[in-house]
């Protein structure tokens, strides 16, 4: 009688390691893989994301450095050419930090815009991406296609990048009014390089 129960519990225990080793096995195997994959992936939009918004921030300061630094004229007295050089220098790197920043977002959209669940989102920042690369791509002056990036990107940078509670239930919508706004002036003005700026026309 003794034998049998002593038997009845060493196949048991046998049978509770088997089984968590089988159970071990069978995670390692499948379910870690899989995890780690996942993880990777979640991370792989987080740094798109975030490689998002650092080339908006981008496009909005290299845009106000240009407006905020104009070319001298050739005639003038105050400016001497190698300090005209030098601003143009600084103007040429300027365009290109708004070249790669919008290059980037517009090759790269699927990465991170299909990353959010709403599609009022997704479709605001896809439309954000294409018009700001055509805009840098346009036939426009250096000046208005500085001026035109900074007010695309205003009303997306109010949506993506502010603090979640700074965002109000009017943000949104808001912010989408704005952005329709800029891209219906684009449409109108069409990619002609003597358009008026669009700043000086709201005046």
């Known amino acids: 009688m003794q034998t049998g129960v002593w038997e009845t519990l060493l196949?048991?225990?046998?049978?509770?390691?088997?089984?968590?080793?089988?159970?071990?096995?069978?995670?390692?195997?499948?379910v870690v893989p899989r995890m780690e994959a996942r993880k990777r992936r979640i991370g792989e939009i987080h740094q798109a994301r975030d490689r998002f918004l650092a080339s908006m921030?981008?496009?909005?300061?290299?845009?106000?450095?240009?407006?905020?630094m104009n070319e001298p004229d050739a005639g003038d007295p105050?400016?001497?050419?190698v300090v005209r050089d030098r601003i143009r220098a600084e103007r040429v790197r300027w365009m290109k930090q708004m070249d790669e920043a919008t290059e980037w977002m517009v090759?790269?959209?699927e990465t991170?815009?299909?990353?959010?669940?709403?599609?009022?989102?997704?479709e605001m920042v896809a439309t954000y991406a294409?018009?700001?690369r055509?805009?840098?791509?346009?036939?426009?002056t250096d000046a208005q296609k500085a001026e035109y990036l900074a007010r695309l990107t205003e009303p997306v940078w109010e949506?993506?990048?502010?603090?979640?509670?700074?965002?109000?239930p009017r943000l949104l919508p808001r912010s989408i009014q704005k952005l329709d706004g800029v891209v219906d002036s684009l449409r109108e003005e069409g990619p002609n390089r003597d358009a008026p700026s669009p700043i000086a026309a709201s005046r």
């Not at 196949?11 to 499948?30: E, R």
């Not at 949506?159 to 109000?168: I, L, P």
């Open 112 to 122: 991170y815009a299909l990353s959010w669940p709403a599609a009022v989102l997704r």
């Open 11 to 30: 196949i048991a225990v046998v049978t509770a390691v088997v089984s968590a080793v089988v159970a071990g096995v069978a995670t390692g195997v499948l």
């Open 134 to 140: 055509a805009v840098i791509i346009s036939e426009r």
């Open 130 to 132: 294409a018009h700001a």
């Open 78 to 81: 105050n400016c001497t050419d």
């Open 159 to 168: 949506v993506f990048g502010s603090r979640a509670w700074q965002r109000g």
């Open 57 to 68: 921030l981008r496009s909005m300061s290299a845009s106000a450095r240009m407006r905020a």
């Open 107 to 109: 090759d790269n959209v």
